[in-house]
């Protein structure tokens, strides 16, 4: 059943209300509750379903400003449930506003399932696994006029905000709930957009990105140009992109590695996951996800095409069958196994690498794990209520030791009091806690760790090394780790936090610390700083004691991020400082040494 979008009310102070406008009429149903301010963008009011979409009107005929958005309702369709709708901004055409820097030609607003409107917190990521984004968020937080009324718009390039409520509500509350400021004199043209020539709007550099999302054909040029260059600006070498012998993007490969991936049903995040490793695949893995932290894709992304690059060549060699099982579920930690399997097959050089791709994704389908992007997420779910009412670090190990107890098949994935029964021993919490730092020289680690609340001993090799004479002397570098893993066996001993300051650039480097951990039986957190090689080399010029350039170098060379999964969890640090990301946390939660960590979203 097609619906139109309802007349949304105009705040009280509202300048560019006209005589036709509906006007709110108290604001009874925002006073109280959290609201979202999100930008109002100048388009034209759009509905997609499943299966057509319209504009305002029901019976909105053809114009070509909605031939673009015809194209993708009919590529993100199928993954819109039936009764449900979509409403939004076409943007394709220019109205009286000029955009120059658009993520997509739509925007989404809401989500209906049939007269209820989804909150705002499930609104955002299923837009975005269709590839749909939202509008800017202005502001959130406990309705508050006077700070309404503060907000401050470039009127010049921003037409208005919408206020409504962050929780769902019915078609029946909308007028109650939703509510809108407009400035004055907004249509400044004397033709009607509709009867002009049309204008279309500019594409911002994420737009690749965002096309990718919603099922595009990947411009692996226009990809490439769009993680180019992020913040720090680190450039796209020649050799980074999957390139033919005249330099060109190799852009049947490209093809290949996304249709994989839409046979596998991915969308959103995933599928760009996959092409963008598909495209980046013959960078340093490090190297891409420090690039892409810092610029449009984000953190989340980015430590996912990393572990992507990383893992794929995996599948494409022998493996014992006796551990196979148990090695895909540790992969599954990392990275989605459908887009996996999707790009190693893509990528495969020659038959017998095809043939050993084919035969692990008979395992991971026999197994379960090929159907849902995070085939361990119900499990987790199923956890979290029994273990709701344990300190955040205990009910993390929990998680972590449930899921080894289902990789190596001592609990199935349907069974929550088989999970919950494998996990008691660890329930109390009474175990040691080891954060260990990963990342080259001037990343940052030091600042993050010495800023975690809840440490009892912190030991970095960099203050061993002090004590001896000289922070830079590397030449008893044997006998300072000697003495800084004694320590850590001591501080584990007695219980509490502990952090290991030290590079840890691969996993020979992080294993020594964590066999210690292993035998004191601590949850180990991984701290995973990421930050690209332009910003590294300008901090290292600047800092109290820098390392030479050429160990700085070499470091970069060497540097292998521990994948999700090889730590109980995994925290990712970008060049700010803070944690943009996480791994392995049964729950959302507050970052702290000695307690939680919870899933962050970019």
Request: charged share 25%.
């Amino acid at each position: 059943m097609r619906t139109h979008y309802p007349r949304t009310p105009h705040l009280p102070w509202s300048p560019g209300a006209s005589a036709d406008d509906v006007r709110a009429v108290g604001l009874a149903g925002l006073i109280g509750r959290e609201v979202v301010i999100t930008e109002k963008l100048d388009g034209e009011n759009t509905t997609l379903y499943a299966d057509g979409l319209h504009a305002r009107s029901l019976d909105s005929g053809h114009h070509p400003s909605r031939a673009w958005v015809k194209g993708l309702q009919g590529r993100i369709g199928p993954g819109i449930p039936a009764g449900w709708r979509v409403c939004g901004e076409n943007l394709y055409a220019r109205h009286s506003i000029p955009y120059e820097d658009l993520d997509s030609w739509f925007y989404g607003f809401s989500v209906w399932d049939g007269e209820h409107c989804l909150d705002w917190d499930r609104t955002v990521p299923f837009l975005r696994s269709l590839g749909v984004p939202a509008p800017r968020v202005l502001w959130r937080g406990t309705f508050d006029e006077r700070a309404l009324r503060r907000l401050k718009l470039d009127t010049a390039r921003q037409e208005g905000y919408v206020v409504r409520t962050a929780a769902g509500f019915a078609r029946a509350d909308f007028g109650r709930c939703v509510a809108k400021w407009v400035r004055g004199g907004h249509v400044q043209t004397d033709t009607h957009w509709m009867y002009a020539q049309v204008v279309p709007n500019g594409l911002g550099p994420a737009a690749p990105l965002w096309a990718v999302r919603s099922g595009a054909e990947p411009d692996a040029a226009a990809l490439t140009a769009a993680v180019g260059a992020s913040a720090d600006g680190d450039a796209v070498a020649d050799t980074d992109a999957d390139t033919d012998v005249d330099g060109n993007v190799d852009v049947d490969v490209v093809a290949e590695a996304a249709a994989r991936i839409d046979a596998a049903g991915r969308t959103g995040d995933d599928r760009l996951a996959g092409v963008l490793a598909a495209v980046l695949r013959r960078a340093p893995r490090a190297r891409v996800a420090a690039r892409l932290a810092a610029g449009p894709a984000g953190m989340g992304l980015a430590r996912r095409v990393g572990d992507l690059l990383g893992l794929y060549p995996y599948l494409q060699r022998p493996f014992p069958d006796a551990d196979r099982r148990a090695g895909l579920v540790r992969m599954a930690a990392a990275a989605d196994l459908g887009v996996l399997h999707a790009l190693a097959g893509a990528l495969a050089d020659g038959p017998e690498a095809r043939e050993y791709v084919e035969w692990s994704a008979l395992w991971a389908e026999e197994a379960g794990l090929l159907g849902s992007p995070d085939p361990l997420e119900s499990l987790r779910a199923a956890l979290r209520e029994p273990l709701a009412g344990l300190d955040a670090a205990a009910a993390d190990r929990c998680w972590a030791e449930a899921r080894r107890a289902f990789a190596h098949g001592r609990i199935s994935g349907s069974s929550v009091e088989e999970a919950v029964a494998a996990t008691w021993q660890w329930r109390d919490g009474s175990f040691p806690r080891l954060v260990q730092l990963c990342g080259p020289s001037g990343s940052g680690k030091s600042t993050f760790g010495r800023g975690l609340s809840g440490v009892d001993t912190y030991i970095g090799l960099d203050d061993l090394r002090t004590a001896r004479g000289s922070r830079t002397d590397q030449r008893a570098n044997a006998e300072v780790l000697g003495e800084g893993l004694e320590r850590l066996e001591a501080a584990l001993a007695r219980g509490g936090t502990v952090v290991w300051d030290a590079t840890s650039l691969t996993d020979q480097q992080r294993g020594l610390a964590g066999s210690v951990a292993r035998r004191r039986d601590a949850l180990v957190t991984h701290a995973v700083v990421l930050v690209g090689e332009a910003e590294l080399v300008r901090r290292n010029g600047v800092r109290p004691h820098p390392v030479p350039p050429q160990v700085l170098t070499s470091q970069l060379h060497r540097f292998s991020p521990p994948y999700a999964g090889r730590a109980h969890r995994t925290w990712y640090i970008g060049a700010g400082g803070d944690v943009e990301d996480t791994a392995g946390a049964l729950a959302p939660g507050t970052v702290t040494a000695g307690g939680g960590g919870g899933d962050a979203h970019q």
